[in-house]
């Protein structure tokens, strides 16, 4: 059965160009609603424990680093079937590949500074949002 919720997070780049307000409208757009959000930095030990599925990808150092470089914007999101229905509506990982009008489309500006980051199961999107998130924090 498909959960309710899944996590996001607005990236640094995105954060760095301006674009945090147009991705939270587009969110609501599209018919999400927050449960959760915070502005904030990842240290690059807690990027190294929020990505630890990725440990031993090639990919796991830049990414780390670039997710600790600025600050992000972490958000909890509800809707039926969250998780795919968010997947879905930001669009391929590489900004290139991804459907027009996606979010990843319009503000990603590579695989790695996709804009936004979206949970790829229900049961990631509950652990990532328990990362972020105290039960009190979310509405």
């Known amino acids: 059965m498909s959960g309710n919720i899944t996590f996001t997070m607005i990236k640094p780049t995105a954060i ?49 680093t670039f997710m600790s470089s ?13 998780v795919q229905a968010y997947r879905d509506y930001i669009g391929a990982t590489n900004p290139e590949e991804a459907e027009e009008g996606t979010i990843r489309k319009l503000y990603g500006t590579s695989i790695e ?8 199961s229900d049961e990631n999107a509950l652990v990532e949002s328990g990362f972020f998130f105290s039960e009190r924090e979310r509405y």
Do not use: W
Request: charged share 25%; hydrophobic share 35%; aromatic share 10%.
């Open 70 to 82: 600025g600050p992000i914007v972490a958000a909890i999101l509800e809707k039926q079937n969250a």
């Open 16 to 64: 760095s160009k301006g674009y945090t307000g147009k991705i939270i409208d587009q969110v609501i757009r599209g018919g999400f609603r927050i449960k959760a959000m915070k502005y904030t930095r990842l240290s690059k030990k807690e990027a190294q424990r929020f990505y630890a599925v990725h440990k031993e990808r090639p990919f796991y150092e830049s990414l780390t």
């Open 113 to 120: 500074a996709n804009a936004v980051h979206g949970s790829d």
